[in-house]
């Protein structure tokens, strides 16, 4: 890697930092940042002492941003850029920092999900009223998970009720013939805990698709061949079932499992198909002993379920189901105080249903990782290294690094180094008369440096990434095939900000990307659809029983093909919200998304909803 390259985006950190303390004129704390975050380390730490860059969306921020989905509830935020195609449930794919769709690894209640075939996790049909929690941790987690983690890891946390018993209705509507339902309870008696919660939604949906194709001239360009040929809307219906409950068997023994599945009607436009029933399943369990405070060792399954049937009109067509069964045998033991050792084995099973026959249809993972994580007064240090030993492409090993420094009282400095993987998929490998059964995993390396700033009344922090990715998996003129023959670099800066200020609660981020494709025909070339700038404000404030709130997100232009011949203009959206606490149990939210109903896309020829408006009201009694 070149240090040329990532200079002037660690400099850009250094000479931001040392305007940070402009921002101490505020008022009381903003954020807590002695909340725990599990996903970083595979361990709980806190997000002010974990050295990577990470975020935690929690319940009372998911119920106060009013999001309708769980992409609405991450657009904007730093290092993250979405592309949907044509509104809600709609495939909509996630880059973070720069690096591809595929390159992020993402899990629900610590079960990886996802398909084996397309590589891509449906974030749009996880249901976000079913969510407690969201953390995102932005850079190379290989050492620790394995395939996919390239650009970052996110993991969702579905509700988890430890107090008493607690019951919970919603209902809402909106534009679009939007109607949602959500219901649920959830509580703690003795030693044992337990909850379930149901949600519904359906909308009538938008135009999804603005594009045309017309055979006669081969003019135009789109999802569907004849102009005006599906100029219907495109609904989505779903509907969710959250299970979970657990048992302290005794003071050092405890178990718990958890069930999510979410069934999906989507329509689109296409001429080869426009219809699907989906369904994302995750089933799992977690059995843990811990004797006493320097060991603690668990085990945890599951399985997940991603599966297609589709249709064209009322004829069906094909179905693609994949299924990942996976464990894991963890064990923490803390050598001293502030320093613990972590060490697992993590089995990974993937497999293929498919009208579609597959040249194979399963493939299995072993791995063994080890993380030291230790802290020397105001030094914190931690390493990494796991080996993969995959059924198709063999050994990989992958290893990291960070340290971090705390001095002048409220400054902290933090440099890390990742390397990384991604696993080709089904697709990729087995495809009939496609696949290449020889790819080896696209490879990764990441330098990164933070600056961080606190304050009794602020939050500051400054990270800034330089990643560079060999043996990308394009096609492959010269064999008619998939092949490991591109490579690209993705370097960039993030800057977030938390404060509160005479009341208002303010939240902010501004990421920078600058990507390369760095080989073949389109070398020089930026990535598709990834946005150079974005910014994210989230202000809110409560006058007694009454809040508001404003959202508002930018995103800087973009192109959308490698050849970057066809560019989507930037966009700002800006979003109002407001709730009334009728009583202390009964709850009125009001909410206008793209206020000033701006027209624009993320993929070209989809569409994205104009101004639309929603109403909720929600009953959820004090335990």
Avoid at 22 to 45: G, H, K
Avoid at 170 to 197: I, P, Q
Avoid at 205 to 227: E, H, K, R, V
Avoid at 391 to 412: D, K
């Amino acid at each position: 890697m070149s240090l040329r390259s990532t200079a002037p985006v660690h400099v850009l950190a250094l000479a931001c930092a040392l305007a940070l303390p402009t921002l101490a004129n505020a008022a009381p704390q903003a954020t807590n940042l002695d909340e725990v975050i599990v996903t970083a380390n595979r361990t709980a730490v806190t997000v002010n002492d974990a050295l990577a860059p990470v975020e935690v969306i929690d319940a009372e921020q998911i119920r106060r941003s009013q999001a309708r989905t769980l992409p609405d509830l991450l657009r904007g935020r730093a290092g993250i850029t979405l592309s949907n195609q044509g509104g809600q449930g709609k495939l909509t794919t996630l880059f973070l920092r720069g690096a591809e769709s595929d390159h992020v690894l993402v899990m629900v209640d610590g079960i990886r999900i996802g398909s084996a075939t397309s590589g891509l996790a449906s974030l749009q049909d996880l249901p976000v009223d079913l969510i407690d929690r969201v953390e995102i941790v932005r850079g190379p987690r290989s050492s620790l998970y394995g395939a996919d983690a390239i650009g970052g890891v996110i993991q969702v946390f579905t509700r988890r009720d430890r107090a008493g018993f607690a019951p919970r209705v919603s209902v809402g509507g909106g534009s679009n013939g939007l109607n949602e339902f959500a219901t649920g309870f959830g509580g703690r008696s003795g030693r044992a805990w337990f909850g379930a919660d149901y949600s519904r939604s359906h909308t009538q949906g938008i135009n999804a698709c603005n594009g045309y194709f017309d055979p006669m001239t081969f003019d135009g360009a789109g999802c569907f061949i004849a102009p005006d040929s599906q100029p219907d809307r495109d609904g989505y219906t779903r509907d969710a079932l959250s299970v979970r409950g657990g048992v302290d068997i005794t003071d050092e023994w405890t178990l718990e499992g958890h069930a999510l599945r979410n069934e999906g009607d989507n329509e689109f436009d296409g001429d080869f198909t426009d219809r699907a029933q989906t369904v994302q399943q995750v089933v799992g369990g977690k059995l843990r002993w811990r004797p006493n405070d320097r060991v603690d060792l668990h085990l945890t399954a599951g399985r997940n379920l991603d599966s297609s049937d589709n249709y064209l009109g009322d004829t069906y067509l094909d179905y693609f189901s994949t299924y990942r069964d996976s464990a894991t045998l963890q064990g923490d033991f803390g050598l001293a105080e502030h320093h613990l050792l972590t060490v697992g084995l993590d089995w990974l099973d993937d497999s293929v249903s498919s009208t579609t026959q597959y040249d194979e249809t399963s493939r299995d993972n072993k791995a063994a990782f080890v993380q030291y994580q230790g802290r020397f007064d105001a030094q914190s240090l931690e390493a990494s290294v796991r080996r993969d030993d995959n059924e198709q492409f063999g050994g990989h090993t992958t290893g990291g690094a960070a340290w971090g420094i705390n001095f002048a009282q409220n400054w902290r400095v933090t440099a890390g180094y990742g390397s990384a993987f991604k696993a080709p998929t089904f697709n990729e490998l087995y495809f009939p008369f496609f696949g290449n059964a020889n790819l080896r995993p696209e490879d990764s390396e990441t330098w990164e440096l933070g600056v961080a700033w606190r304050a009794d009344n602020v939050n500051v922090r400054l990270d800034t990434f330089s990643t560079e990715v060999d043996d990308l998996i394009a096609f492959d003129a010269s064999i008619n095939l998939p092949n490991n023959v591109e490579r690209a670099r993705m370097q960039g800066a993030e800057l977030g900000v938390d404060t509160t200020v005479a009341e208002w609660t303010i939240a902010g981020a501004i990421s920078y990307l600058d990507t390369e494709n760095r080989s073949g025909f389109f070398e020089g070339n930026d990535l598709a659809r990834r946005a150079k700038n974005s910014a994210r404000v989230d202000v809110d404030r409560a006058f007694g029983d009454f809040r508001v709130g404003v959202t508002a997100v930018g995103e800087g232009s973009r192109y959308d093909d490698v050849a970057n011949t066809r560019r989507l203009g930037g966009h700002g959206t800006l979003d109002l919200r407001a709730e009334y606490a009728i009583t202390q149990s009964l709850t009125l939210q009001a909410r206008v998304a793209n206020v000033f109903d701006r027209d624009y896309e993320t993929v070209a020829f989809y569409n994205q909803a104009g101004r639309e408006w929603f109403l909720t009201l929600r009953y959820a009694p004090m335990n």
